[in-house]
Protein backbone atom coordinates (compact mmCIF):
# COMPACT_ATOMS: atom_id res chain seq x y z
CA UNK A 1 0.00 0.00 0.00
CA UNK A 2 1.14 3.55 -1.06
CA UNK A 3 0.51 6.78 0.76
CA UNK A 4 2.45 8.53 3.37
CA UNK A 5 1.48 9.53 7.29
CA UNK A 6 3.87 10.25 9.82
CA UNK A 7 6.55 7.53 7.89
CA UNK A 8 4.10 4.59 7.30
CA UNK A 9 2.24 3.51 4.43
CA UNK A 10 -1.51 4.85 4.71
CA UNK A 11 -4.19 2.29 4.90
CA UNK A 12 -7.00 1.86 2.67
CA UNK A 13 -9.14 2.32 5.72
CA UNK A 14 -7.90 5.61 6.08
CA UNK A 15 -7.66 6.78 2.96
CA UNK A 16 -11.96 5.56 2.60
CA UNK A 17 -12.03 7.01 5.05
CA UNK A 18 -11.15 10.62 4.01
CA UNK A 19 -12.69 10.28 1.14
CA UNK A 20 -15.92 9.44 2.76
CA UNK A 21 -15.56 12.44 4.81
CA UNK A 22 -15.25 14.77 1.75
CA UNK A 23 -18.12 13.24 -0.20
CA UNK A 24 -20.59 13.87 2.93
CA UNK A 25 -19.79 17.73 2.95
CA UNK A 26 -20.97 18.61 -0.55
CA UNK A 27 -20.37 22.07 -0.05
CA UNK A 28 -16.62 21.82 0.79
CA UNK A 29 -16.29 19.20 -1.84
CA UNK A 30 -17.55 21.91 -4.44
CA UNK A 31 -15.50 24.46 -3.16
CA UNK A 32 -12.38 22.35 -3.84
CA UNK A 33 -13.31 21.38 -7.16
CA UNK A 34 -14.10 24.91 -8.28
CA UNK A 35 -11.20 26.43 -6.73
CA UNK A 36 -8.56 23.49 -8.10
CA UNK A 37 -10.10 24.29 -11.95
CA UNK A 38 -9.84 28.17 -10.99
CA UNK A 39 -6.01 27.59 -10.22
CA UNK A 40 -6.12 25.29 -13.15
CA UNK A 41 -7.52 27.99 -15.18
CA UNK A 42 -5.44 30.72 -14.08
CA UNK A 43 -1.90 29.13 -14.63
CA UNK A 44 -2.92 28.15 -18.44
CA UNK A 45 -4.22 31.82 -18.76
CA UNK A 46 -0.59 33.25 -16.94
CA UNK A 47 1.47 31.72 -19.03
CA UNK A 48 0.29 32.50 -22.75
CA UNK A 49 -0.01 35.78 -21.69
CA UNK A 50 3.38 36.34 -20.28
CA UNK A 51 4.63 34.50 -23.17
CA UNK A 52 3.32 37.73 -25.09
CA UNK A 53 4.77 40.16 -22.68
CA UNK A 54 8.22 38.34 -23.41
CA UNK A 55 8.30 38.17 -26.40
CA UNK A 56 7.82 42.17 -26.88
CA UNK A 57 10.10 43.18 -23.35
CA UNK A 58 12.86 40.13 -24.28
CA UNK A 59 13.34 37.65 -27.17
CA UNK A 60 15.83 35.71 -25.25
CA UNK A 61 13.43 35.24 -22.41
CA UNK A 62 10.68 34.76 -24.62
CA UNK A 63 12.85 31.68 -26.28
CA UNK A 64 13.80 30.12 -22.93
CA UNK A 65 10.15 30.33 -21.20
CA UNK A 66 8.58 29.00 -24.48
CA UNK A 67 11.35 26.04 -25.42
CA UNK A 68 12.34 24.64 -21.77
CA UNK A 69 8.67 24.11 -20.35
CA UNK A 70 7.99 23.09 -23.76
CA UNK A 71 10.34 20.14 -23.15
CA UNK A 72 10.27 20.12 -19.99
CA UNK A 73 6.40 18.95 -19.97
CA UNK A 74 7.04 16.50 -22.84
CA UNK A 75 9.81 14.63 -20.32
CA UNK A 76 7.44 15.04 -17.35
CA UNK A 77 4.39 12.86 -19.82
CA UNK A 78 6.74 10.09 -21.29
CA UNK A 79 7.73 9.74 -17.28
CA UNK A 80 4.37 9.35 -16.53
CA UNK A 81 3.80 6.66 -19.24
CA UNK A 82 6.62 5.16 -18.36
CA UNK A 83 6.29 4.70 -14.99
CA UNK A 84 2.78 4.57 -14.95
CA UNK A 85 2.25 4.47 -11.35
CA UNK A 86 -1.27 4.02 -9.95
CA UNK A 87 -3.30 6.54 -8.60
CA UNK A 88 -4.55 6.47 -5.20
CA UNK A 89 -8.02 5.43 -5.87
CA UNK A 90 -6.64 2.69 -7.86
CA UNK A 91 -4.53 1.22 -4.55
CA UNK A 92 -7.30 1.39 -2.65
CA UNK A 93 -10.14 0.12 -4.65
CA UNK A 94 -12.45 3.41 -3.98
CA UNK A 95 -13.32 6.45 -5.85
CA UNK A 96 -11.59 9.70 -5.40
CA UNK A 97 -13.76 12.91 -4.16
CA UNK A 98 -12.43 14.23 -7.05
CA UNK A 99 -14.18 13.00 -10.45
CA UNK A 100 -11.16 10.89 -11.67
CA UNK A 101 -11.32 7.92 -13.97
CA UNK A 102 -7.83 8.06 -15.35
CA UNK A 103 -5.88 4.80 -15.27
CA UNK A 104 -2.46 5.55 -13.93
CA UNK A 105 0.43 8.11 -15.25
CA UNK A 106 0.17 9.51 -11.51
CA UNK A 107 3.96 10.05 -11.36
CA UNK A 108 4.62 13.05 -11.28
CA UNK A 109 1.95 15.33 -11.05
CA UNK A 110 1.73 16.87 -14.37
CA UNK A 111 -0.76 19.66 -12.93
CA UNK A 112 1.26 20.55 -10.76
CA UNK A 113 4.70 20.70 -12.34
CA UNK A 114 3.06 22.82 -15.15
CA UNK A 115 1.54 25.23 -12.13
CA UNK A 116 5.17 25.58 -10.39
CA UNK A 117 6.95 26.30 -13.25
CA UNK A 118 4.48 28.91 -14.99
CA UNK A 119 4.46 30.36 -11.12
CA UNK A 120 7.96 30.30 -11.41
CA UNK A 121 8.53 31.84 -15.01
CA UNK A 122 6.39 35.06 -13.60
CA UNK A 123 8.10 35.42 -10.51
CA UNK A 124 11.42 35.26 -12.23
CA UNK A 125 10.78 37.06 -15.45
CA UNK A 126 8.09 39.68 -14.94
CA UNK A 127 8.48 43.01 -13.14
CA UNK A 128 5.82 42.69 -10.95
CA UNK A 129 6.99 40.02 -8.88
CA UNK A 130 3.82 39.48 -7.11
CA UNK A 131 2.02 38.06 -9.70
CA UNK A 132 4.75 35.04 -9.40
CA UNK A 133 4.26 34.79 -5.77
CA UNK A 134 0.21 35.10 -5.82
CA UNK A 135 0.61 32.32 -8.36
CA UNK A 136 3.17 30.08 -6.53
CA UNK A 137 0.57 30.02 -3.69
CA UNK A 138 -2.13 28.64 -5.91
CA UNK A 139 0.24 26.71 -7.08
CA UNK A 140 0.80 25.11 -3.35
CA UNK A 141 -3.08 25.09 -3.05
CA UNK A 142 -3.70 22.96 -6.20
CA UNK A 143 -1.39 20.17 -5.00
CA UNK A 144 -2.57 20.46 -1.62
CA UNK A 145 -6.43 19.98 -3.01
CA UNK A 146 -5.09 16.97 -5.84
CA UNK A 147 -4.11 15.18 -2.65
CA UNK A 148 -6.90 15.95 -0.06
CA UNK A 149 -8.98 15.23 -3.23
CA UNK A 150 -7.37 11.66 -3.82
CA UNK A 151 -6.12 12.04 -7.48
CA UNK A 152 -2.46 12.14 -6.73
CA UNK A 153 -0.07 10.86 -3.51
CA UNK A 154 2.09 13.67 -2.15
CA UNK A 155 5.15 12.32 -3.78
CA UNK A 156 3.39 12.74 -7.23
CA UNK A 157 2.73 16.33 -5.69
CA UNK A 158 6.41 17.19 -4.56
CA UNK A 159 8.23 15.82 -7.54
CA UNK A 160 5.96 17.40 -10.10
CA UNK A 161 6.48 20.63 -8.16
CA UNK A 162 10.70 20.13 -7.84
CA UNK A 163 10.45 19.56 -11.79
CA UNK A 164 8.81 22.53 -11.85
CA UNK A 165 11.22 24.27 -9.79
CA UNK A 166 14.44 22.45 -11.57
CA UNK A 167 12.73 23.79 -15.14
CA UNK A 168 12.35 26.85 -14.30
CA UNK A 169 15.49 27.51 -12.67
CA UNK A 170 16.98 26.22 -16.44
CA UNK A 171 14.66 28.57 -18.14
CA UNK A 172 15.71 31.21 -16.09
CA UNK A 173 19.52 31.51 -15.91
Known amino acids: MTGVKKG ?8 VRRMQAL ?8 GMILLEKLVAISMFAAYPLLLVYLFSADRRGFLQALILPACG ?13 PRPYEVFGTAS ?8 RSFPSRHVYSAVLISLLCLFMLPQKWIGGL ?3 AAALMGAIRVFGGVHFVTDV ?3 ALLGVLTALLACR
Do not use: H, N, Q
Not at 8 to 15: A, I
Not at 23 to 30: A, D
Not at 97 to 104: D, F, L, N, S, V
Open 8 to 15: KPMRSETY
Open 23 to 30: TEKPRLLR
Open 73 to 85: FALVSLARMVIDR
Open 97 to 104: AIPKETRG
Open 135 to 137: LLA
Open 158 to 160: LTG
